[in-house]
């Protein structure tokens, strides 16, 4: 039985830029070891005095001039070059063995690099198409049970510079919720009232209206210490917003 390890990688970005450097060196590396193979082996044609081209060589080489030619390779490990001069000598094993063709210049442009970019951009289609089936739903049992619909103005670009909700924000698509609450509620006979932006509907007491000055977003449940009245925070502010969308259709 032979067994193996999937080993899935998740760098930070520091991490994921440092990877994408050195595979761009290694793939540097492979088509400069290739060329110079290349050129190599037609001198040796010319002049068979002189030494057949091998990995060996070539890894020599590189090495003996990457810091005054190529200095930026330096920036990552040594390992990223040498081994793709490794991977380009059996690869010419293989070919002078018959066991696969002659070694093509890679990892842009390739058919690989197209299949990954199909199957990204099929996984990114799907992300939309669950995205906008469920805004498609949600906003159809909204305005299919209400006549009189009451949304929050929120300032959504602001609310992007919280890195810590900015990527579940995004994904929500509120542009495109008001964008289908309103046309499907005017379809419908109903209305779809905006409230203001500004307006305190999480800190403003919905019995008594006392308001508080600050209230953070990890509070989810208060109590006003005017009538001690406990709220749950989306709750309240629903209840607020229902109170101020009256106030703006009367």
């Not at 996984?123 to 995205?131: E, F």
């Not at 006549?147 to 959504?156: K, N, Q, R």
């Amino acid at each position: 039985m032979i067994l193996a390890h999937r080993i899935r990688l998740d760098p930070k970005k520091v991490q994921a830029t440092y990877l994408a450097r050195a595979a761009g060196i290694a793939r540097f590396a492979y088509n400069w070891a290739l060329a110079e193979w290349g050129r190599q082996f037609e001198a040796c044609k010319l002049n068979p005095a002189l030494p057949k081209p091998n990995e060996a060589a070539l890894r020599r080489q590189l090495n003996a001039i990457k810091r005054t030619q190529f200095p930026w390779m330096l920036e990552v490990t040594k390992n990223a070059p040498q081994m793709a001069i490794m991977q380009l000598g059996r690869a010419f094993q293989n070919f002078l063995e018959k066991r696969a063709r002659y070694p093509r210049f890679r990892l842009k442009g390739s058919c690989n690099r197209r299949k990954a970019r199909a199957k990204l951009a099929r996984l990114h289609a799907r992300i939309a198409n669950v995205r906008s089936n469920g805004l498609h739903q949600l906003s159809a049992s909204i305005t299919r049970r209400f006549h009189t619909i009451g949304i929050e103005d929120l300032h959504v670009k602001g609310m992007l510079g919280n890195r810590c909700l900015s990527r579940g924000i995004a994904d929500m698509g509120f542009a495109e919720l008001r964008r289908q609450l309103d046309y499907k509620a005017k379809r419908r006979g109903g209305q779809v009232i905006v409230i203001d932006r500004w307006y305190p509907s999480s800190k403003t007491c919905s019995c008594c209206g006392y308001k508080l000055e600050v209230l953070s977003l990890d509070v989810r449940h208060w109590t006003c210490p005017e009538c001690a009245m406990h709220h749950d925070r989306d709750v309240n502010a629903a209840i607020n917003l229902r109170i101020a969308r009256a106030g703006t259709a009367c």
